[in-house]
């Protein structure tokens, strides 16, 4: 069951028996402390990649403290109302930052203030937000001193995913869960760009392969057919060049150079992306 949830989370890194065993035992614990995976799958990915030899946390918290206070209203008809502040220490790619924030309640204050320092590295958690936030007590006959599990739902505008956090504090079971959606929207973040440049890696070794010049840029005279305001069909000369380099764009044919130097006004260059730029 292990095997196939890693190959639904996309997580490919061969993984030994005895990885795999280990790897159990830390979800069978932390499943005793409160936590559980089922519906949780962000925090469940983030706890096998933090298992793999070379996984680096994009930052990591040295402190935070949450200060709650009840203001008094100058207004007799209006109730007091709660204020909390938030103060974090963390330490982002090396350098230390200092933050506060005041928010309605202290996840709230601490969502932002974790914010606040990462979002000068990483800008791309200002899209990311909480949508849904539930509590759960695990041990009903401890009261007051339950150990508790909270679920965070959060999203980028795009997708969705859920992290967890448990623990007799609900301040900290909540830190947990806020940590690990942030972390989550970082790690996809540059998952997607290591996607996008394994794209355009592949699409610079089909054009090298093609010309024989691996990842290499190959200028050609092109003619242009139709008019300026129609799509244009791009026909390098000499060459019959296959469909896998232009994918659905269509295969250019051969083309007189002569008769194509007269249409084209101008030398133009290929890309690997299969579009043609003026020199």
Do not use: C
């Not at 000068?120 to 009903?140: A, F, G, M």
């Not at 859920?162 to 007799?168: E, N, Q, R, Y």
């Not at 300026?228 to 060049?241: F, K, S, T, Y």
């Not at 296959?242 to 051969?254: C, K, N, P």
């Amino acid at each position: 069951n292990l095997l196939m949830k890693l190959q639904e989370l996309g997580i490919d890194y061969p993984l030994t028996q005895a990885e795999v065993r280990s790897l159990l035992e830390v979800v069978k614990e932390k499943e005793s402390q409160g936590f559980q995976y089922e519906g949780a799958e962000a925090s469940f990915e983030l706890l096998v990649r933090r298992s793999l030899p070379g996984y680096r946390a994009p930052w990591e918290l040295e402190d935070f403290v949450i200060v709650e206070r009840r203001g008094r209203s100058h207004d007799r008809e209006t109730q007091n109302e709660m204020l909390a502040e938030a103060m974090v220490k963390l330490s982002v790619e090396g350098q230390q930052q200092h933050t506060a924030h005041e928010g309605n309640g202290p996840v709230n204050a601490l969502d932002g203030a974790v914010r606040k320092a990462l979002v000068q590295v990483y800008p791309q958690l200002e899209h990311v937000k909480l949508v849904d936030y539930k509590v759960r007590i695990l041990d009903s006959q401890a009261a007051t001193g339950a150990k508790t599990r909270v679920l965070i739902e959060s999203t980028d505008g795009n997708r969705y995913w859920t992290t967890v956090g448990s623990s007799t504090d609900i301040i900290e079971a909540s830190w947990l869960a806020l940590a690990d959606a942030l972390e989550y929207a970082i790690e996809r973040n540059a998952k997607q760009h290591q996607g996008m440049r394994g794209e355009h890696q592949a699409g610079f070794e089909r054009f090298g392969n093609y010309f024989g010049r691996s990842g290499a840029r190959q200028t050609l005279d092109v003619a242009l057919i139709g008019s300026p305001d129609n799509d244009r069909n791009i026909r390098p000369h000499g060459l019959n060049v296959e469909q896998d380099l232009f994918g659905e764009r269509g295969v250019a044919e051969r083309d007189d150079h002569h008769a194509g130097s007269h249409q084209t006004g101008g030398n133009q260059r290929i890309l690997a992306s299969g579009i043609a730029e003026d020199d």
